[in-house]
């Protein structure tokens, strides 16, 4: 996939074109925009654009019951129209330091990096890797990057709601290599507030993934819609994956300098932040 940032950071207008009419599952009449992709590229607008710092913190779970928990401070910019993304692991002991750098290309899968300090090495992340888990939670490295529009072949799913919210379903099939066949996104009809995405893998009638984004925890500020709560869940595995923001700074002062290799390995503190 090309193009992204780190969907922890993630923390996301007006329909385009003459819409069309649709049959909705009670038989009133929808009105849709004149294409998935209008649609689909206001939801992430209002998800992603805007620069954040966070506390992050994640707790994985296994049939039901907590197998450990992390607590990262993350910070994100847009620089050049490129957003840039810092991840920095405080907790537990044996992943502090751990940093994770992601840069958008614009033209190919983003530069991924992943800084060890008990190797006291950087490693990039390949193309390959991209579909691995991401340190022992639901996420892979593919889920760190921010999707575009362009990523994808589009078309409208049938109507359907999230927790009785109704929602419009856009089924994307991702053009480049990927670890799934296709990607459902329930988009909300009142604000394009993604409120759940469901992966699934070739000719699978349930998904392998699926990620909700609770109505009750989206944060609305400065015409952006940030989710402040992020639940993903593996079924086959019986796994889940529940990431919290503790503290959360939205569009704040950022040196471009502290996305770069030099900051990846030094250690140096995201701003803004409690300690």
Same mark, same amino acid.
């Given at each position: 996939?090309?193009?992204?940032?780190?969907?922890?950071?993630?923390?996301?207008?007006?329909?385009?074109?003459?819409?069309?009419? @649709?049959? !909705?599952?009670?038989?009133?009449? /929808?009105?849709?925009?004149?294409?998935?992709?209008?649609?689909?590229?206001?939801?992430?607008?209002?998800? =992603?654009?805007?620069?954040?710092?966070? &506390?992050?913190?994640?707790?994985?779970?296994?049939?039901?019951?907590?197998? =450990?928990?992390?607590?990262?401070?993350?910070?994100?910019?847009?620089?050049?129209?490129?957003?840039?993304? +810092?991840?920095?692991?405080?907790?537990? !002991?044996?992943?502090?330091?751990?940093?994770?750098?992601?840069?958008?290309?614009?033209?190919?899968?983003?530069?991924?990096?992943? =800084?060890?300090?008990?190797?006291?090495?950087?490693?990039? &992340?390949?193309?390959? *890797? #991209? &579909?691995?888990?991401?340190?022992?939670?639901?996420?892979?490295?593919?889920?760190?990057?921010?999707? #575009?529009?362009?990523?994808?072949?589009?078309?409208?799913?049938?109507?359907?709601?999230?927790?009785?919210?109704?929602?419009? @379903?856009?089924?994307?099939?991702?053009?480049? /290599?990927?670890? =799934?066949?296709?990607?459902?996104?329930?988009?909300?009809?009142?604000?394009?507030?993604?409120?759940?995405?469901?992966?699934?893998?070739?000719?699978?009638?349930?998904?392998?993934?699926?990620?909700?984004?609770?109505?009750?925890?989206?944060?609305?500020?400065?015409?952006?819609?940030?989710?402040? #709560?992020?639940?993903?869940?593996?079924?086959?595995?019986?796994? *889940?994956?529940?990431? #919290?923001?503790?503290? +959360?700074?939205? %569009?704040?002062?950022?040196?471009?300098?502290?996305?770069?290799?030099?900051?990846?390995? %030094?250690?140096?503190?995201?701003?803004?932040?409690?300690?």
């Amino acid at each position: 996939m090309k193009s992204g940032t780190i969907w922890v950071l993630s923390l996301w207008m007006t329909l385009a074109g003459a819409p069309a009419a @649709t049959a !909705s599952e009670g038989g009133a009449q /929808d009105t849709l925009p004149a294409s998935p992709a209008h649609l689909l590229e206001q939801a992430f607008d209002a998800r =992603y654009d805007v620069d954040l710092v966070q &506390i992050l913190s994640l707790e994985v779970r296994s049939r039901g019951k907590t197998v =450990y928990r992390q607590r990262l401070e993350l910070a994100s910019k847009r620089i050049d129209g490129r957003l840039h993304a +810092l991840g920095r692991y405080r907790e537990p !002991s044996e992943l502090r330091g751990t940093a994770v750098l992601i840069i958008e290309t614009g033209e190919r899968s983003d530069d991924q990096f992943i =800084y060890l300090p008990s190797m006291r090495r950087t490693r990039r &992340i390949s193309s390959a *890797q #991209r &579909i691995d888990s991401f340190l022992g939670t639901d996420l892979s490295y593919e889920d760190l990057e921010r999707p #575009r529009v362009e990523d994808y072949t589009l078309e409208f799913g049938p109507p359907g709601s999230v927790e009785g919210e109704p929602v419009t @379903t856009i089924v994307g099939r991702p053009r480049a /290599d990927a670890g =799934y066949e296709r990607v459902e996104f329930l988009v909300a009809k009142r604000d394009a507030a993604i409120l759940e995405t469901r992966h699934f893998k070739r000719s699978a009638a349930t998904p392998f993934k699926i990620t909700r984004f609770p109505r009750a925890d989206i944060r609305a500020e400065s015409g952006r819609l940030i989710p402040t #709560r992020i639940l993903v869940e593996s079924p086959g595995r019986g796994s *889940q994956t529940e990431a #919290r923001s503790e503290q +959360l700074l939205v %569009n704040p002062d950022l040196e471009s300098s502290l996305f770069t290799m030099a900051v990846l390995e %030094n250690a140096r503190p995201i701003p803004g932040l409690e300690r």
